[in-house]
């Protein structure tokens, strides 16, 4: 069973409007994380913004904020102020421990593409 | 600074031959994984590990191979290369975060790997 869904593949948003990134996730435990990544076109995976399980507030980095509705398993990146350099793969992955290891697991991506 | 760096960044092998990926880290993170990325399936998970001689398995685990001799290094051996396993490889670093501290995982730049 996928443990991460983003079920839109690509998204395409004028530059300074808000977009929503939608990603849920499955998982029975009771303690885990929340990530999302941005891959730009060169390939590397930059870290944006994390949310622990336990967290009660939603959290915010810069133009970056996560909503997160833990009863219905979502945690959606919100990106206000959409700018060019924007433009790029998003990824949402969750930790959970496993038998002692931590695991991360990612979500299929979503493309993002910011028009001018 | 403390970083995360693999090596070959691109290599050409063939069908059949042993491979072998290096992943080494100096963040003394316990934690480390090993992807692989293609086109629509997001990152998918090979195997993670938590400290030395501590190995396990991910969702795509056949044919491929890790051990965990050093905290520092996680190399990723292809046993016997097959064509399907042309991709981008990804290594990544983390540590059990502290309730209440973040604790995102680092990234290798990528391997990129042709099997021909």
């Known amino acids: 069973a996928q443990k991460i869904t983003q079920t839109q593949p690509g998204m395409f948003v004028q530059e300074k409007e808000a977009v929503t990134l939608d990603c849920t996730y499955d998982?029975?435990?009771?303690?885990?994380?929340l990530f999302w990544y941005k891959q730009p076109s060169s390939g590397e995976m930059i870290f944006l913004i994390y949310?622990?399980?336990?967290?009660?507030q939603n959290a915010t980095e810069g133009r970056y904020s996560l909503n997160f509705q833990k009863a219905r398993k979502s945690a959606n990146l919100v990106i206000s102020a959409s700018q060019l350099g924007d433009s790029a793969m998003y990824f949402c992955?969750?930790?959970?421990?496993?038998?002692?290891?931590?695991?991360?697991?990612f979500g299929q991506g979503t493309r993002l593409t910011i028009n001018p | 600074d403390a970083e995360i760096t693999q090596s070959p960044r691109h290599k050409i092998t063939e069908t059949g031959r042993q491979v072998t990926l290096a992943c080494h880290q100096t963040?003394?993170?316990?934690?480390m994984f090993w992807y692989r990325q293609d086109l629509g399936h997001g990152l998918r998970l090979i195997h993670y590990?938590?400290?030395?001689?501590?190995?396990n398995k991910g969702e795509v685990s056949d044919g491929y191979s890790v051990s965990r001799s050093n905290t520092e290094d996680l190399p990723l051996t292809l046993e016997s290369a097959a064509s399907s396993q042309t991709s981008v490889y990804f290594c990544?670093?983390?540590?059990?975060?502290?309730?209440?501290?973040?604790?995102?995982?680092?990234f290798g730049q990528g391997t990129r790997l042709t099997v021909v």
């Open positions: 963040w003394n993170h316990n934690n």
């Open positions: 949310q622990g399980s336990y967290d009660e």
């Open positions: 590990s938590y400290g030395v001689q501590d190995t």
């Open positions: 990544a670093s983390s540590e059990f975060p502290d309730r209440g501290l973040r604790t995102e995982a680092f």
């Open positions: 992955a969750m930790r959970e421990v496993v038998q002692g290891a931590q695991k991360l697991v």
């Open positions: 998982t029975s435990d009771q303690s885990y994380g």
